[in-house]
């Protein structure tokens, strides 16, 4: 029997030692902590080109001085831009003309940020949950996975290891079976469940979000219908999805006129 069971442990360890366990489940991971990082991360240096760099820039007359480019720069990033396909002639009707109004640009840095906030938010409310149980269940669970760790990687025949392992845990086995019949021990599966319902909510409010920021009189989901359009091989030249090149109109004044420019 204890040669089986050592058998089953030098395999366990072989695993281990190919496949790591990770800590935590893996949706939760990607929610709360992957996703995170990556929104916080991209609205970051998107914010740095509002305050550094040039978010926007204009093909402008060739008369207009630096002054000039600066301001159109600066008006059209923050009134906002139009697309046109590039075979299409611009109209002279500004109705007609506006028909797909690009109005996201300016606040991508911004909705990143507080879809990080939004991502964070079921994390968040786990933790104070847990804390307010009065119980430290991550140290918990470091504690256990250190203790296996070093049961593992000890030396000693299977005798000492199985007699370290009836040693320790037993009494936080105990402990545990104690603290199960407690009240508050019994609302951890409610807390987990409560950050888990968050998570799915914030999901769909976060397709919300997406949706109305991203509004298009052509579209009514932006997801699904890019994935369709990236499919066919129609590109944003044709579609207009996050175009590179699009067009503004602003009134420019000078005695006794005022010029239009598109």
Not at 8 to 37: E, H, M, W, Y
Not at 146 to 174: H, M
């Amino acid at each position: 029997m204890a040669s089986q069971v050592g058998a089953i442990n030098s395999v366990n360890a072989l695993i281990s030692k190919v496949f790591v366990q990770p800590k935590g489940d893996l949706a939760d991971r990607l929610n709360s902590r992957i996703t995170v990082c990556i929104l916080a991360v991209s609205s970051g240096l998107l914010m740095s080109t509002h305050f550094i760099g040039d978010p926007i820039t204009c093909w402008t007359p060739a008369q207009f001085t630096k002054q000039w480019v600066d301001f159109v720069n600066q008006y059209c990033f923050v009134h906002g831009t139009y697309f046109v396909p590039l075979n299409e002639q611009l109209a002279f009707d500004d109705e007609e003309r506006k028909k797909v109004t690009i109005q996201y640009y300016q606040w991508v840095p911004y909705v990143l940020a507080l879809q990080a906030f939004l991502f964070y938010i079921p994390r968040f409310v786990w933790k104070s949950l847990i804390a307010h149980s009065g119980y430290d269940l991550a140290a918990a669970v470091r504690y256990v996975d250190g203790f296996w760790t070093s049961i593992k990687n000890q030396d000693a025949t299977f005798k000492c290891r199985l007699a370290a392992f009836e040693g320790r845990p037993s009494v936080y086995i105990w402990d545990g079976l104690r603290l199960a019949r407690k009240k508050r021990s019994k609302d951890m599966a409610l807390f987990y469940t409560l950050a888990t319902v968050l998570q799915f909510i914030n999901a769909w409010a976060q397709w919300y979000i997406l949706n109305s920021l991203l509004d298009s009189p052509l579209y009514s989901f932006w997801g699904p219908s890019l994935l369709t359009d990236l499919a066919k091989g129609d590109d944003w030249q044709v579609t207009g999805h996050f175009p590179r090149v699009v067009h503004c109109d602003f009134n420019r004044r000078r005695p006794a006129s005022v010029q239009k420019k598109k």
